[in-house]
């Protein structure tokens, strides 16, 4: 999970196909703004299964 602030009213939100990119697709003041994202770091969930 990761929260931004980006000035920009977000409406769609999307991952690449490698999971090294996150793809958002926003409004501010009626232009259209692309904002993509690096994915440098992921952590992975442990399952514990008892």
Do not use: E, H, P, W
Not at 13 to 37: E, H
């Amino acid at each position: 999970m990761c929260v931004f602030n980006c000035g920009v009213d977000i409406f769609y939100v999307t991952m690449s196909r490698d999971k090294g990119t996150i793809i958002a697709l926003g409004d501010k003041f009626l232009a259209r703004k692309l904002i993509m994202l690096q994915v440098v770091r992921t952590m992975k969930k442990k399952i514990v299964s008892s």
